[in-house]
């Protein structure tokens, strides 16, 4: 396996992880449930550990290919890439700002309610930063594709 497979590999996992663990706090909020407040903060502490390899093998995988890239492709790449790096830097927000909350809460302090609170906006802004990048990371791969590649791809077989 490639450092460009493995990233294709990886890079899903941390956006469906952000998301579920929003809805995880959202969740603990209305049920007033600390079990399920701790579960959303470990996840995401889970989400800033995964979301560490697939942004280094993305960078890796374009520094070695970057000169193969032209035209729309090149141009889907870029904007991939610009918004992979502000994402990873509010993935590992959060996960930083739930690991202060996960040791609050169990202390018992009083300031733990503000590390929620802080987890559950920037998990929201995260989600919608991780989706957009993996978005923007699927035009990428449609980018590269054309009819006459289609068809002569067909031809062959």
């Known amino acids: 396996m490639d450092v460009l497979q493995a990233h ?5 996992y941390p956006a469906i992880g952000m998301v579920a663990g929003a809805l995880m706090i959202m969740a603990g909020y209305v049920f007033r ?26 960078e890796i995988g374009g520094a070695q290919n970057k000169d193969s890239y032209t035209g729309p492709y090149a141009e ?6 610009d918004a992979a790096r502000p994402t990873f ?4 927000l959060v996960g ?3 690991l202060t909350g996960y040791f609050l809460l169990r202390r018992g302090s009083a300031k733990a309610g503000w590390a929620l609170h802080a987890t559950l906006v920037l998990s929201i802004a995260a989600s919608g930063a991780l989706i957009w990048t993996v978005l923007a990371g699927r035009h990428v791969k ?5 009819k006459t590649a289609v068809s002569s791809q067909m031809q062959v077989r």
């Open 76 to 81: 889907s790449l870029q904007r991939h890439k």
């Open 96 to 98: 930083i700002t739930a």
């Open 142 to 146: 449609w980018s590269g594709s054309s």
């Open 89 to 92: 830097l509010l993935a590992e």
């Open 33 to 58: 449930s600390e079990g399920i407040k701790r579960a959303s903060l470990k996840l995401f502490i889970a989400i800033a550990i995964l979301t560490f390899p697939a942004y280094v093998t993305g």
């Open 8 to 12: 294709l590999l990886l890079n899903y």
